[in-house]
């Protein structure tokens, strides 16, 4: 009866941990809007879903993975903001989910094991709300992570397989810190592979890679994608963006370096400790152990070092729950007075969660609404019917959001009269999706030194060539733009020198009308 009631008990868990999780998010995701970020997997995956591939027919520089679950989640759901948002949820699911399972294999309580899984549902994906790179990327990475660690500890061969694959999605999903993570848990597997001398599970793990290997290059062929723009667009540009990246991580400042991240370094101070005494001890019985631990702690240090080179705001802190996790399992197999120790970990975990929900999340900081009001937020369905029930406010008209929608509305009668083939150019991307009409927009975010090379970078005659030949191939003579623009004053315009005429609208709405080019 009490293994009957244990199991009970677990179900119940698993059942409200998957509703909480998608529900919450479901919540923040009608919440506060960032237009360069917020409609950017909306539109892209609607795009893709209509046979307009990344590479190819826009510029890219990350997401095209999302943009194909978004694609899906379209064809099963429909076209609307609800199954958008719930892309989202379905993610923020699978990490809190797998969160529980991993705990509860490493013998934590129901109670610890939900704790600390409920602190993930509320921190991870609800920053955003909505499809985002940088939390798909940080998902991924933490599935790979949590599929290597149980490689280690069962040694079975699913697990060897799946970590090259859920890397490899990461890595489509964003570079960074995918391509960090690959270096340590590589590094960690070979080290692993030639103590233990199982050959089964480096064939495993071989044929995870080629597996990944083998479908990227099919849906490169599936989409005409042509390689070289693949390498452009996704490895030689962004690294030639990276190389400056490197220099935000000096110099050292306590304050940003240590104190901004207290609590993650506090999430792990056990485990280095552990690491310390085992390196110490040198006891082959705690090998794999010894591999897990520093797993977690290098993973933690790439993390922040990430957040550094970032120019998102700080979401990394939805971590601290799972490395409390960690460090409570450790304390209680390896140290003594675990009853306090556990207690300190969770107590950690709920007020840091608490701490991180009140000052990022409730106020919407990811999406730079911290000081606003969230208040005078209208309903979307102002600008759209497809938006309704979404609390519109954005940091560009915090106070009237009313005039936004108005200037949108503009915007949307204006091109819906124009049927001809037209560039559209906006953070606004879901108009080209209400509209059924697609933008030609020859990249999805106008965000000068970040989204596309600019004069000074030794792509921009690359760029400059994407962008002509798509306004050739498809005999584009109006370019509509809709500011603002996160980032970006005259996107076009450096490159149409002396070849259009503008017309203007509205403060925020003009056309560029090509002649002679």
């Given at each position: 009866m009490k293994i009957k009631n244990k199991s009970l008990f677990t179900i119940s868990s698993i059942i409200f941990l998957i509703f909480f999780s998608i529900l919450f998010n479901q919540y923040y995701g009608y919440v506060g809007i960032l237009p360069i970020?917020?409609?950017?997997?909306?539109?892209?995956?609607?795009?893709?879903?209509?046979g307009y591939y990344p590479f190819k027919d826009y510029w890219t520089i990350k997401e095209p993975f999302i943009d194909l679950i978004q694609a899906i989640f379209f064809k099963l759901f429909g076209v609307s903001w609800?199954?958008?948002?719930?892309?989202a949820s379905v993610f923020n699911c699978i990490i809190t989910i797998s969160t529980f399972f991993l705990l509860k294999k490493f013998n934590l309580n129901n109670i610890q094991s939900i704790i600390y899984s409920f602190c993930v549902a509320i921190l991870t994906y609800p920053t955003a709300g909505t499809p985002f790179s940088d939390h798909h990327a940080l998902i991924l990475c933490l599935l790979s992570l949590f599929s290597f660690i149980l490689a280690i500890k069962e040694k079975k061969n699913v697990y060897w397989f799946l970590i090259p694959v859920l890397l490899g999605f990461s890595f489509m999903s964003k570079q960074a810190p995918t391509v960090y993570v690959?270096?340590?848990?590589?590094?960690?597997?070979?080290?692993?592979?030639?103590?233990?001398?199982?050959?089964?599970?480096?064939?495993?793990?071989?044929?995870?890679?080629?597996?990944?290997?083998?479908?990227?290059?099919?849906?490169?062929?599936?989409?005409d994608i042509e390689f070289n723009d693949f390498?452009?667009?996704?490895?030689?540009?962004?690294?030639?963006?990276?190389?400056?990246?490197?220099?935000?991580?000096?110099?050292?400042?306590?304050?940003?370096?240590?104190?901004?991240?207290?609590?993650?370094?506090?999430?792990i101070a056990i485990l280095i400790y552990l690491l310390i005494k085992f390196t110490l001890l040198k006891q082959r019985e705690l090998f794999l152990d010894y591999l897990i631990i520093i797993s977690l702690i290098i993973f933690c240090l790439i993390t922040i070092m990430h957040q550094l080179m970032t120019i998102n705001a700080i979401f990394i802190?939805?971590?601290?729950?799972?490395?409390?996790?960690?460090?409570?399992?450790?304390?209680?197999?390896?140290?003594?007075k675990k009853k306090i120790l556990g207690r300190l970990l969770i107590a950690l975990t709920l007020c840091s969660t608490v701490y991180y929900y009140s000052t990022y999340i409730k106020n919407r900081t990811f999406m730079d609404l911290r000081d606003i009001n969230l208040n005078n937020s209208i309903d979307g369905e102002l600008i759209h019917s497809e938006l309704s029930q979404i609390k519109w406010i954005t940091m560009f008209y915090p106070k009237d959001p009313a005039k936004e929608a108005s200037n949108i509305k503009l915007a949307l009668r204006?091109?819906?009269?124009?049927?001809s083939k037209k560039m559209i150019i906006t953070d606004y991307q879901f108009i080209?999706?209400?509209?059924?009409?697609y933008d030609f927009s020859p990249t999805r975010f106008w965000y000068d030194f970040h989204g596309y090379p600019t004069e000074k970078n030794i792509y921009f005659n690359y760029w400059k060539e994407f962008v002509l030949k798509i306004i050739k191939r498809n005999n584009i003579k109006n370019i509509y733009v809709l500011k603002p623009l996160h980032g970006e004053t005259k996107p076009l315009?450096?490159?149409l020198i002396n070849c259009y005429t503008k017309q203007n609208y509205s403060e925020t709405f003009y056309k560029l009308i090509l002649n002679n080019c």
């Open positions: 970020d917020s409609f950017l997997i909306f539109n892209s995956g609607y795009d893709l879903m209509n609800f199954s958008y948002v719930f892309h690959i270096f340590l848990i590589t590094f960690l597997s070979i080290v692993f592979f030639i103590k233990s001398k199982n050959v089964s599970n480096f064939i495993s793990a071989l044929t995870g890679t080629l597996t990944i290997l083998i479908l990227f290059f099919i849906l490169l062929f599936l989409g390498l452009i667009q996704y490895f030689s540009y962004p690294m030639s963006l990276g190389e400056s990246r490197f220099e935000w991580l000096f110099p050292f400042e306590f304050k940003r370096i240590i104190w901004r991240y207290k609590l993650q370094y506090l999430s802190y939805c971590l601290i729950p799972i490395f409390c996790g960690f460090s409570h399992i450790y304390s209680k197999k390896y140290l003594e204006i091109l819906q009269e124009d049927k080209s999706v209400f509209l059924k009409q315009e450096n490159i």
